[in-house]
């Protein structure tokens, strides 16, 4: 299914007659954040029900804490104008990820995740209820103790979302 330029004329035409874009603050230090796939199914915003301007959303192969994803959170920490990340950050993975299917492409696998081959069984692709538990060990490790994680699972059958790491304050 091809989508023309003319074609995302239109829509966000429609889209701006909305006004749902004005006057939306910068994110700030304890903006909802989010970690997910590029999977076109699996659209954070939709799937989460994000209004415009609710969510810092970030997406990768199989919604990965990998170093890039967290050199990336750290730049973005220079926008907080100092202030430590205070809110809340949701690592959303999903039933049926494409990640399963690049188990036999492991030296790009692992360059992703910036591991040596024999260490990729450690990332759980297979598994998201695993994968998510993997990457919210990491983040809660890595990023300020301010900042609460969660672990989400999306099936994407059923349309619904699991918390199967909930943040520790929730
Ligand atoms: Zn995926």
Redesign the pocket.
């Known amino acids: 299914m091809t989508v023309s330029s003319a074609d995302l004329v239109r829509r966000n035409a429609a889209f701006a007659t909305t006004g749902a874009f004005a006057g939306l603050p910068f994110p700030a230090s304890d903006t909802l954040r989010v970690l997910g796939?590029?999977?076109s199914r699996?659209d954070p915003g939709d799937v989460l029900g994000l209004k415009l301007g609710e969510g810092v959303v970030m997406r990768n192969?199989?919604?990965r804490v990998t170093p890039e994803t967290l050199r990336s959170w750290a730049l973005l920490g220079r926008l907080g104008q100092g202030q430590p990340p205070s809110g809340h950050l949701v690592i959303l993975?999903?039933t049926d990820?494409?990640?399963r299917r690049l188990t036999g492409f492991p030296g790009q696998l692992a360059a992703f995740f910036e591991i040596p081959e024999d260490k990729l069984a450690s990332k759980a692709v297979e598994d998201p209820y695993a994968s998510v538990r993997v990457d919210v060990t990491i983040a809660r490790h890595a990023l300020p103790p301010g900042l609460l994680v969660s672990g989400v699972v999306y099936d994407v059958d059923t349309g619904l979302i699991e918390v199967t790491d909930p943040a520790t304050q929730e």
């Open positions: 796939c590029v999977d699996v192969i199989g919604g993975h999903q990820c494409g990640t």
